[in-house]
C-alpha cells in the first residue's frame, strides 16, 4: 500500500510539473465561480436551495464559500474544496460544469433525483476527488471503468441506482479505497478483486448478477471473462510501466550524460566560472564576522568542494567553511531563480531584519553573475533529523526532555514567523533537516522566507524532483493538488516533525512496528488512530521513564496537526501555546516571547504570503 501511495504521489507530482512546463492550464479562482454557476445552470432546483443561497451578484473574494453546500480552501478565496448537495431534491444529469472546480476534493450528490449516465471519463471530471458519492439518484448505464484513473479516492459509493453491466475490474486498481458500494444496481458478472482492501457482500447487496469474492462463486464462464479482463487490464499497466521506466531510464542517461560532459572530478566546475568575480564584497548583516569576499568564501569551502557539503534541500546546498582565524559558517548556494538581482536584494533586506532566538542568524549574502550565497553562523550539532535517525544503528536515542525542548523552540520559531514577524512569513519547506541545532542542541529553524526568492515554479520543481524523496512525507496532502502554500500547511509539515520526535520513525519510512506496517508516517499514524491504537507509536525507548503523560499529550498534538483537513488542524501559535504547556515542569525559558498582534488567526494572512502558481501563456 505505501508503494502505491508513493507512486500516486510521484504520478501526480510529475503531471502538475508537466502542465506547469507546458503552460497551457490556468487556474484562478474565477474558474471556481464559473463551476459553480454552470452545475446551478445545468441542475434543476424544484426546492429553491440553489436559488436563494448561490448568489453570484456579491463579487467579494470568498462569497461563494458561504453557499450552500460549498466548503473553500480558505474562506477568503474563490477556490472550492468540497461540494456537498445532499438530499436538496435536485433534478438533471451530471453536472458537467464540475470539471471547472479544479481543486475538487469531495463530490457528494447523494439522496437526489439525478438520471443519465455517469460520464465515461470521470476522471477528468474529479481527478483529485478523495470522497465521490453519487448513491440515491437514478443514475444508468454502466460503471466507468475511468473511475480508477481517480487514483486519490478513499470513498465511492454508487449504492441505490439504476446501473447495469459489470463492475470493472480496474477498480481494483484504486489502492486507496477504503468505503465502496453499489447495493441495489442492476449490475452482473463477476466482483472486482481488490488488493489491498476486503468489502463485504452487504456492499454488493441486491445485485442478482453478481458473484465471486464475498458471494457465491462465478460459473466457470464468468471466470474466464473476469480473467482475460484482468489479464487485459494487466498488460496494460504492465506496457505503461515498460514505457515510463524505459522513458525514466533515457532521461537519467541523458542527465549523468550531461553532468559528465558539465562536471569535473570535484563536482564543482560551476565554481571555477567565477573567477573573475572573486573580488565581490560580502554584504554582512552584523559584525561578528570582519568583512569577506567572494575570494574568501572559495578559499573557507575549497572551491565549494563536495567534501565540504553538509546538506542539501530543496533551496540550495549547504557548504562548511572554515575561515583562516577557525571561525566556521556554513553556506548556502542557491539553487538558480527567475527573480531578478532588484528583487533578490529586497528579499535579503527583509530576511536579515529577522532575528528570533531560534531562527538560524542570517549573517550576510554575496551575488556573483548568476550565483547567490547566504552566510549563516555554523551549527555545531548539525539537522534533527540526522539525530533522530543516525546512520549508526548502535547510536544512543535522544532523551525525551531534549525532545520535547526542542519542539518547543522549533514552535516558538514558525508561529513567530506566521504572527509575530512583519511581514509575516509562511516557511513552506518545513522538515527535520530544516530545523538545525547549535552546540546547546538549542534549535535554530532554518531555510524561512527562502521560498520567496524563487518564483513558485523553481521551488515546486526543485521540492519534487531533487532526487529527496523524503521530502514528501511532509507535504500537505492538499498541496500536490493546489499549488498553494498556506500557514495550514506548514502546521502539517511541522506535524511531521513532531511524529518523528515521538515515535522515533523517519516521514517516508515506518519501519520494525508490531504490525509490520510498510509506508509512510503519516499513512501508519492515521491507521492506528483509527483503530484506537494511536498510543502504540510512541517510541518504546521513552517508555517507563515517568513521562507516558506527557507523550501522549505530545502524540495527540502531532495528531491533530497532521488532519487532512486544513481547517481542523491548529495554529502554530496554538501548537507552541500546548507544547509549551506540556515542558512547564522542565523551566524551558525564552529569551524573548513571540511578540503577536491581536488577531492570531490565519484567515487575515496577507495575500502576498500565498504562494500561487504562476503560469506563462
Not at 478565496?77 to 448537495?85: A, D, F, H
Not at 476522471?123 to 440515491?136: E, I, M, N, Q, R
Not at 559558517?329 to 532588484?342: A, D, P, T
Not at 520513525?505 to 515506518?510: A, C, E, G, L, S
Request: hydrophobic share 40%.
Amino acid at each position: 500500500m505505501a508503494l502505491n501511495r508513493r507512486t500516486v504521489v510521484v504520478v501526480c507530482s510529475l503531471w502538475w510539473i508537466t502542465v506547469l512546463l507546458s503552460g497551457c492550464v490556468s487556474y484562478g479562482t474565477q474558474t471556481d465561480v464559473y463551476c459553480l454557476k454552470s452545475i446551478k445552470r445545468e441542475l434543476q432546483d424544484p426546492n429553491n436551495y440553489l436559488t436563494y443561497s448561490w448568489d453570484f451578484t456579491n463579487e467579494t473574494e470568498g462569497s461563494i464559500c458561504n453557499f450552500a453546500g460549498i466548503d473553500c480552501w480558505h474562506q477568503q478565496e474563490n477556490r472550492v474544496l468540497n461540494i456537498k448537495l445532499v438530499d436538496m431534491g435536485l433534478k438533471g444529469q451530471f453536472p458537467l460544469g464540475i470539471v471547472n472546480c479544479t481543486s475538487l476534493t469531495t463530490l457528494d450528490l447523494s439522496d437526489n433525483s439525478l438520471n443519465g449516465s455517469i460520464p465515461s471519463n470521470i476522471s477528468k471530471f474529479v481527478p483529485y476527488a478523495s470522497t465521490l458519492s453519487l448513491s440515491h439518484n437514478d443514475f444508468s448505464g454502466e460503471i466507468p471503468p475511468d473511475f480508477s484513473n481517480c487514483a486519490f479516492l478513499n470513498e465511492l459509493m454508487l449504492d441505490h441506482n439504476q446501473l447495469s453491466g459489470q463492475i470493472p475490474p480496474q477498480l481494483s486498481q484504486l489502492s486507496r479505497l477504503k468505503r465502496f458500494s453499489v447495493a441495489d444496481n442492476n449490475l452482473s458478472g463477476p466482483v472486482p478483486i481488490f488488493a489491498n482492501a476486503s468489502f463485504s457482500k452487504d456492499v454488493y447487496a441486491n445485485n442478482p448478477g453478481l458473484c465471486g469474492g464475498p458471494l457465491a462463486a462465478c460459473s466457470s464462464h464468468a471466470r474466464k471473462i473476469q480473467i482475460g479482463v484482468i489479464l487485459g487490464a494487466l498488460a496494460g499497466s504492465l506496457a505503461f510501466v515498460v514505457v515510463a521506466v524505459v522513458g525514466i531510464a533515457y532521461y537519467l542517461s541523458r542527465v549523468a550524460a550531461s553532468k559528465k560532459q558539465q562536471g569535473d572530478p570535484e563536482g564543482n566546475k560551476w565554481a571555477k566560472s567565477l573567477k573573475g568575480a572573486k573580488g565581490i564584497k560580502v554584504a554582512m548583516f552584523e559584525n561578528a564576522v570582519s568583512k569577506m569576499s567572494l575570494r574568501d568564501l572559495m578559499k573557507a569551502t575549497d572551491s565549494f568542494s563536495d567534501s565540504n557539503i553538509i546538506g542539501s534541500g530543496s533551496t540550495g546546498t549547504m557548504y562548511k567553511a572554515v575561515l583562516p582565524n577557525g571561525t566556521l559558517l556554513m553556506i548556502k548556494r542557491l539553487h538558480v531563480s527567475q527573480r531578478s538581482e532588484k528583487e533578490f536584494l529586497s528579499e535579503m533586506k527583509t530576511l536579515g531584519s529577522v532575528n528570533h532566538r531560534n531562527l538560524v542568524p542570517l549573517l550576510g549574502f554575496c551575488m556573483a553573475k548568476k550565483e547567490r550565497f547566504l552566510v549563516y553562523k555554523y551549527m555545531a550539532n548539525r539537522n534533527l533529523f540526522d539525530q533522530l535517525h543516525p546512520s549508526e544503528p548502535e547510536s544512543k536515542g535522544m532523551e525525551w526532555p531534549l525532545r520535547l525542548r526542542i519542539a518547543v523552540g522549533a514552535a516558538r520559531a514558525l508561529a513567530w514567523l506566521h504572527h509575530g514577524c512583519n511581514p509575516r512569513i509562511i516557511h513552506r519547506n518545513i522538515s527535520s533537516k530544516c530545523i538545525l541545532l547549535d552546540e546547546d542542541f538549542e534549535p535554530k529553524l532554518s531555510d524561512f522566507g527562502l521560498a520567496r526568492l524563487m518564483r513558485l515554479i523553481d521551488t515546486h520543481l526543485s521540492t519534487f524532483v531533487n532526487g529527496e524523496f523524503g521530502d514528501l512525507g511532509y507535504v500537505a496532502p492538499e498541496y500536490p493538488r493546489t499549488l498553494i502554500a498556506t500557514p495550514k500547511g506548514d502546521v502539517y509539515s511541522f506535524g511531521i516533525v513532531l511524529l518523528e520526535l515521538i515515535t522515533g520513525q523517519k516521514p517516508t519510512h515506518v519501519a520494525n512496528t508490531p504490525d509490520n506496517f510498510k509506508g509512510i508516517l503519516a499513512e501508519w499514524i492515521s491507521q492506528l488512530s483509527s483503530n484506537n491504537l494511536l498510543h502504540s507509536a510512541i517510541d518504546r525507548s521513552l517508555l517507563g521513564q515517568g513521562f507516558d503523560d506527557e507523550l501522549m499529550q505530545f502524540l495527540r498534538i502531532a495528531h491533530n496537526c497532521i488532519s487532512e483537513r486544513p481547517k481542523e488542524r491548529p495554529t502554530m501559535v496554538e501548537v507552541h501555546q500546548l507544547l509549551q504547556a506540556i515542558g512547564e515542569r522542565y523551566h524551558f525559558t525564552a529569551a524573548e516571547e513571540i511578540v503577536l498582534p491581536l488577531n492570531t488567526s490565519d484567515a487575515d494572512f496577507p495575500d502576498e504570503l500565498i504562494v500561487a502558481t504562476e503560469t506563462k501563456g
